[in-house]
């Protein structure tokens, strides 16, 4: 069996083995869509910066409802991971204009530029009323 999509709404505590659980729950779904090991780092990779930035910076380390999407086509494949926490504005982080210069990025933003070097595209938008969403993508065509 493969999945092409899956979907998953959680409430996630800010604690060790509920972030881990939430994890498994992920990466186990992405095991079953690919199996070109290269691309499965790099989504585990995401997955896990995205889920704590949401944690941490949206939900100030109390824990909160994540939403979490990947799909996969013939092409890429799409991961989605919003929040409901206290919003993020994008523009407080130049990643277009930090090269691989990390010194360039004060404090913050080394997760999302992590992702960014990892992935075909990002996209942070706000989530709809509240929180804040990113979609990665990531080429299939290496496999």
């Not at 083995?17 to 079953?32: D, R, Y």
């Not at 930035?53 to 994540?66: M, V």
Request: charged share 25%; with cysteine.
């Amino acid at each position: 069996m493969q999945i092409l999509n899956y979907k998953l709404d959680a409430y996630v505590p800010f604690e060790n083995e509920s972030i881990e659980s939430f994890l498994v729950l992920c990466e186990n779904a992405i095991n079953k869509m690919i199996s070109d090991e290269h691309t499965i780092f790099k989504l585990k990779s995401a997955i896990h910066e995205l889920l704590i930035n949401s944690l941490e910076h949206g939900y100030k380390r109390e824990g909160g409802k994540i939403h979490f999407y990947v799909e996969k086509n013939d092409k890429n494949i799409t991961l989605e991971i919003a929040d409901e926490g206290s919003g993020f504005d994008p523009q407080m982080i130049d990643l277009e204009n930090t090269g691989t210069d990390l010194n360039s990025i004060n404090r913050r933003g080394w997760g999302l530029l992590i992702i960014k070097k990892l992935s075909d595209s990002m996209e942070i938008t706000p989530n709809t009323p509240k929180g804040t969403k990113i979609n990665v993508v990531i080429s299939l065509s290496d496999m």
